[in-house]
């Protein structure tokens, strides 16, 4: 079972640089969300999806862009890369919003 | 202001030590809490939910509670592979209301 998919595992960007993170589950879950971890805090919401079309934003959304076309697909998008955006970046979805999530295994991100 | 709060920040244990870790919480109406084991390199793994004051969970060497400000995730006579960091998060309100603790790095020494 893939469950979350994330690609790349690494990347290094130069600042304002912009590049895409994707996410894909295998689950036919309807909830997908986006986080950022960095060092001494805990995962942070970026923006988050209820459905195919439907997307909000979470704590941390500035400079960031996200779209759901698809059940399966959730990509992140850099949109002009910082130094300060620099994070592991994790997906996550669920069935639904009482259900507990599903992470995949992260995008670590550099940005020089 | 909702806070996750995870003590300690770090725990060192020897095989068979048995010990615990705390998660302190306050929101305004929680609507469920749940424990993760994170290994390095690795997105978080599911490990408990726990809805209401009383309640608990086992799994093997891990046993959860829950009162109405706390949780403690209990280790018994651990061993070197439940190396790992434990983090603690709550859900408020809405599905997306998730906010998680900074997490407890546990290493058991043989």
């Known amino acids: 079972n893939a469950g979350v998919t994330q690609t790349p595992k690494f990347q290094v960007l130069k600042t304002g640089q912009s590049m895409t993170l994707q996410c894909a589950q295998d689950?036919?879950?309807?909830?997908m969300s986006w986080y950022r971890q960095d060092p001494g805090m805990g995962l942070r919401l970026i923006h988050y999806?209820?459905?195919?079309?439907?997307?909000d934003q979470g704590e941390v959304p500035n400079g960031y862009n996200v779209s759901r076309s698809t059940t399966e697909d959730f990509p992140l998008r850099l949109l002009s890369a910082a130094p300060s955006q620099t994070s592991v970046y994790f997906c996550a979805s669920s069935a639904d919003g009482d259900q507990p999530q599903h992470f995949g295994d992260g995008t670590r991100l550099s940005i020089l | 202001e909702d806070q996750v709060t995870q003590s300690p920040e770090a725990l060192r244990l020897q095989e068979g030590e048995s010990s615990s870790l705390n998660c302190s919480y306050t929101v305004s109406g929680l609507r469920g809490l749940f424990w993760y084991r994170q290994d390095p390199g690795k997105g978080p793994e599911f490990l408990f939910t726990l809805y209401s004051a009383g309640e608990e969970k086992e799994k093997e060497r891990l046993k959860a509670t829950l009162t109405k400000k706390e949780s403690f995730l209990h280790i018994t006579a651990p061993k070197p592979e439940d190396s790992a960091t434990y983090l603690c998060a709550v859900r408020d309100g809405g599905y997306n209301k998730l906010i998680f603790g900074a997490g407890t790095r546990l290493a058991v020494h043989p």
């Open positions: 999806s209820v459905g195919a079309g439907i997307t």
């Open positions: 689950m036919n879950h309807e909830y």
